[in-house]
C-alpha cells in the first residue's frame, strides 16, 4: 500500500518535520482495521494524536481516489455471463447479475440535524447500500443517507434500477430482501411458501443471498471501523464522503 499512494502522501514541500509515507500508512490501517480512535492509533505507531487524524485522513482520501480500480460495475457481456453462471452455481438462481444489501455504519451525532441519523435501532448512522457479485466483490458502494433512510428509497435514488429495467444495459435481476416490491428486475423471497416449488424458490433465493451476509461479516471483520462494536466512527457525515 505504501507503493500504491506513495505520491499522495509525500510530503508537499521540503519541509523536514513530515512523517514519512512508511508511518502514515500503518497509522491509518491500524485504525481501519481495529476501530480504535485516533488517540489509541497515535500511541501504536508512535506519532502524536494531533498528527494521527491526518495520517488516517490521506491515506483515506488516496485509497478512495483510486477506488474506481476495485469497485467497479462491469456491464459487458463476458461479465453478465460470468455472473449469472456464478450465483446460478450457488443454489441454482438463474440469470441473477447482482445481491444487494445495505448496513448501518455508526457515527457521532453530527451537529446539523442529528435526528435525521437516528436509525431503527436508535444511534446515529449512515445507511451505506452494497452490491455484490457472487465472489462476495463490492461492485458499487452507495454511502450517501442518513441512518433514519429506508432501504428501498436509497434503492431508488441509486442508478441501480436504471441499470435493471428492460432495455437496459444488464440482462438478469437483482437479488433482494422482503423488505421490497416485487419488480420486472427485482426478485424477493415469498414470505409464507405454501407449496414445495414456493419453498424450494424461498430455500434457493435465501441461500443465494447469503453470500451478502457472509461479505458484509467479512468487510466489518476486517474493518473493525465499520463496526458498531469498535464505536462510532468520529466523523461528520459529510466527511465520509
Known amino acids: 500500500m505504501c507503493s500504491l499512494l506513495g505520491e ?8 523536514g518535520h513530515a512523517l514519512p509515507v512508511a508511518v502514515k500508512v ?6 481501519f482495521a481495529s476501530g480504535s480512535f485516533q488517540s489509541v492509533t497515535g500511541d501504536i505507531s508512535r506519532v502524536y494524536q ?8 490521506q491515506v483515506r482520501d488516496g485509497l478512495f481516489a483510486r477506488a474506481v ?26 440469470q441473477v447479475q447482482v445481491a444487494i444489501d445495505y448496513t448501518h455504519v455508526a457515527i457521532r451525532a453530527p451537529p446539523d440535524q442529528p435526528g435525521a441519523f437516528v436509525n431503527s435501532k436508535a444511534f446515529h448512522s449512515i445507511n451505506v447500500q452494497l452490491v455484490f457479485n457472487h465472489k462476495k466483490r ?3 458502494v452507495w454511502a450517501r443517507f442518513p441512518g433514519s433512510c429506508h432501504d428501498a428509497f436509497i434503492l431508488w435514488q ?12 444488464l ?4 437479488l433482494d430482501d422482503k423488505g421490497y416490491l416485487l419488480q420486472t428486475w427485482l426478485i424477493t423471497p415469498l414470505r409464507n411458501p405454501t407449496n414445495e416449488p414456493q419453498e424450494h424458490y424461498t430455500a434457493s433465493h435465501m441461500s443465494t443471498r447469503y453470500v451478502i451476509e457472509q461479505a458484509i461479516g467479512m468487510l466489518k471483520m476486517r474493518f473493525r471501523c465499520l463496526d458498531r462494536s469498535g464505536g462510532a466512527l ?6 465520509l464522503g
Request: net charge positive; proline share 11%.
Open 69 to 94: 480500480s476495485f469497485v467497479n460495475f462491469p456491464c459487458d457481456d463476458k461479465s453478465q455471463n460470468e455472473r449469472a453462471l456464478g450465483f446460478a452455481s450457488l443454489a441454482g438462481f438463474s
Open 50 to 57: 494531533s498528527a494521527a487524524p491526518n495520517c488516517i485522513r
Open 158 to 169: 441509486s442508478n441501480i434500477p436504471n441499470l435493471l429495467v428492460p432495455g437496459s444495459r
Open 26 to 31: 500503518p497509522t491509518a490501517l491500524s485504525f
Open 234 to 239: 468520529q466523523y461528520s457525515p459529510g466527511s
Open 8 to 15: 499522495e502522501l509525500l510530503p508537499a514541500g521540503p519541509g
Open 138 to 140: 463490492f461492485m458499487q
Open 171 to 174: 440482462r438478469g435481476w437483482l
